[in-house]
Structure formats: structure tokens, C-alpha cells
């Protein structure tokens, strides 16, 4: 059962987030993950997504949770964003 806090149940589809400790987090922190590692479908309500546009050596997590900012001062060929 649901708390107020959306504690009790998981609101994801697919996640590595172990059962209990999805139940057990408040719905806010659940869609603060990335989605690669606990989807929930808000990233792109969260604007937690990769700006990458071509290949990436950036775990998908990881570029899900940086900052548009950070992600295209990394260079392209470590991670493609397009930038110039």
C-alpha cells in the first residue's frame, strides 16, 4: 500500500534498484534516478537525458545525471554531443 510519500510500492518498470529498497524509497527520490538504472519514465520530465548525438565511453547512467552543461564540455570523442 501507497503512503503519501509514495513509499510502499515501486513506481518503475525496470530497475536495478534491489525490490525492498524501491518499496521503501519516497516516489520523489525514485524519479530522481536516472532511467537507465531505475525506470520510472521521467526523465524527460526530470530532463535527466544524454545529449549525446553519436558514441559514447560515458556509462548511460552517468550521462543521464550530468548536467547538459558538463556533458558537452566533455570532448566528442569521448562523448558525441555534436558540439563544435
Not at 17 to 29: C, F, N, R, S
Not at 42 to 51: P, Y
Not at 57 to 72: F, I, M, S
Amino acid at each position: 500500500m501507497q503512503n503519501e510519500r509514495g513509499q510502499g510500492v515501486s513506481h518503475a518498470t525496470d530497475s536495478s534498484v534491489p525490490g525492498k529498497i524501491q518499496e521503501k524509497a519516497p516516489a520523489k527520490l525514485e524519479h530522481e534516478l536516472p532511467d537507465s538504472l531505475h525506470n520510472t519514465g521521467s526523465n524527460k520530465e526530470t530532463g535527466k537525458v544524454s545529449h549525446a548525438v553519436g558514441d559514447s565511453k560515458v556509462p548511460q547512467a552517468l550521462q543521464e545525471a550530468l548536467p547538459e552543461k558538463v556533458e558537452r564540455a566533455v570532448p566528442n570523442f569521448i562523448h558525441d554531443t555534436g558540439k563544435k
